[in-house]
């Protein structure tokens, strides 16, 4: 099955850094999705990419998806503590009936 | 805006009985979603529903059944629960399969 690379698997930064992370695969992907899940709570969708190149923005959150369509980044300026929590990406291919495959997840603390 | 709503939020078992966990979404959504969450582990898809009517099999199947009972309601079910399904489980929703899910916040169950 298809393989999802996250890194890192952790981050401690100081209020008001950049953050960046990454997912790659060991296979193409049509989509990739970035969520983010705060405790207690399930995944909520941050940023959908559909085209390889694109890069969308959400407020502070940047991501790209990757030229050769196996990698997809996810960059977040001036954290804040309200950024805390873990994230995931995701990504689906048509031949696999459009079902998301998740890495095993960044988990972020920012440090006030 | 309730989304998607999953009971109960907690349950413990003993090895050997049998649960159902209930998911209902209200936002008109074909597709459904049961993942499993193991701790510093993302998502592994347990059984999905592209349409009402139509189940498949996902990543972990083993162990569990599922039923689309209508186009809202989606459940999960674990005919002899054992320890290895300690975890807490998601469902989801999208609009149609292959489109970003939303998700419920999770039932914790724990096997004792």
């Known amino acids: 099955g298809q393989q999802l690379n996250q890194s890192p698997q952790s981050m401690f930064i100081q209020e008001g850094e950049d953050v960046s992370m990454n997912c790659t695969s060991s296979s193409i992907f049509n989509t990739w999705l970035w969520y983010k899940q705060d405790p207690g709570e399930g995944p909520v969708l941050l940023i959908a990419l559909y085209k390889a190149g694109e890069l969308t923005s959400n407020g502070r959150l940047t991501a790209q998806f990757g030229t050769t369509r196996k990698d997809s980044f996810l960059n977040i300026s001036a954290s804040i503590p309200s950024d805390v929590g873990i994230y995931f990406c995701?990504?689906?291919?048509?031949?696999?009936?459009?079902?998301?495959?998740f890495g095993d997840g960044t988990t972020l603390t920012v440090k006030p | 805006n309730a989304g998607v709503t999953q009971t109960p939020k907690f349950q413990v078992l003993k090895t050997g009985q049998s649960m159902t966990l209930q998911c209902a979404q209200d936002?008109?959504?074909?597709?459904m979603y049961w993942y499993r969450q193991d701790p510093g582990m993302g998502l592994r898809l347990i059984y999905y529903s592209a349409s009402e009517g139509t189940t498949d099999k996902g990543e972990v199947p083993n162990g569990y059944n599922v039923s689309r009972l209508n186009k809202r309601e989606f459940s999960l079910r674990l005919e002899s629960a054992a320890p290895s399904q300690t975890s807490v489980y998601f469902c989801?929703?999208?609009?149609?399969?292959?489109?970003?899910?939303?998700f419920g916040d999770g039932t914790r169950l724990s096997i004792l």
């Open positions: 989801a929703s999208s609009r149609v399969i292959g489109q970003p899910q939303h």
């Open positions: 936002m008109n959504h074909n597709s």
């Open positions: 995701a990504g689906q291919y048509f031949t696999n009936a459009g079902k998301s495959t």
